[in-house]
């Protein structure tokens, strides 16, 4: 939401006055963001009905969310689809998502890979990332690992961490394109970096392992000690694994360049986890 309110201050002051449905978009979202959203939902509901397209994309977002009202895909459906007959591309996506889910219509792939082209086609990163994952996985579009590639590019290139950390995959396993073990650990390094739970668990492994980066014990008790501090209790048994392999002085080292990680990453998880 307040990505919107970023665009306003960007507009020239003139052409805000020249749009009163703009101002009150925007004010339905300072309502949203201040928590009131009775005010916030009339104000939408009133300009989707009048055609505003964002307006019917957030009314969605609302209806899906259930934030303000009671939660109904149905609805969300029906206002993405409205705002997605307007060429929205993250309406689009959106729509996309709920068939490719089948949440508020039924679950139709070919229809979600329509929509997720729509809006890769006019840089959604969502619809490129679903619409990358759907040539991987060959539904709704025949299996092709170099479009998934290319479209998981797109989106990992708009800074999506869901679709860096898959096309981090992609090139660790070799899916679509020759396995490189740097490129790979490019990608998950900047999902990490954003919080991806499994780059973070990938990067223990590449470290811990030597892939695309020199094999580095500390680093691999770093990466999975942050993994538990964010709530994946898998990497426990790997952290501690590792940590017998440490020295008094290493493992000491680790868990600091780990406290810094989790300063960054995490700012506000736990700690409380031994390690």
């Not at 004010?27 to 201040?34: C, I, P, Q, W």
């Not at 973070?200 to 392992?209: A, C, D, N, V």
């Amino acid at each position: 939401m307040r990505r919107g309110m970023r665009k306003l201050a960007a507009l020239p002051l003139l052409f805000v006055l020249a749009m009163p449905v703009k101002a009150d978009f925007y004010e339905g979202l300072d309502a949203f963001e201040r928590g009131d959203h009775a005010t916030a939902l009339k104000l939408w509901r009133s300009l989707a009905i009048q055609g505003n397209a964002s307006a019917q994309y957030d009314l969605g977002l609302v209806f899906l969310s259930g934030q303000g009202l009671e939660k109904d895909p149905v609805k969300a459906a029906y206002w993405f689809r409205k705002a997605a007959n307007q060429r929205l591309p993250r309406a689009q996506s959106m729509l996309g998502t709920l068939y490719e889910q089948g949440l508020g219509i039924a679950k139709n792939y070919m229809m979600a890979a329509s929509m997720y082209h729509k809006a890769a086609q006019e840089g959604d990163p969502l619809g490129q990332f679903r619409l990358g994952m759907l040539y991987k996985d060959g539904k709704g579009v025949a299996k092709d690992m170099s479009q998934a590639v290319l479209w998981l590019r797109h989106a990992s290139e708009r800074g999506l961490a869901p679709a860096q950390h898959n096309l981090g995959i992609m090139y660790y396993r070799g899916l679509g394109v020759p396995r490189r073990y740097k490129e790979a650990l490019k990608w998950h390094s900047k999902a990490a970096e954003q919080g991806n739970v499994d780059s973070i668990i990938t990067l223990g492994l590449m470290h811990f392992k030597g892939e695309g980066v020199e094999k580095n014990f500390v680093e691999a008790y770093s990466w999975w000690n942050t993994a538990v501090q964010a709530g994946d209790q898998q990497s426990i048994s790997a952290r501690e694994a590792v940590a017998a392999m440490l020295t008094k002085e290493q493992l000491a080292e680790a868990k600091r360049i780990s406290e810094l990680k989790r300063q960054r990453i995490f700012p506000d998880a736990s700690t409380d986890s031994p390690g």
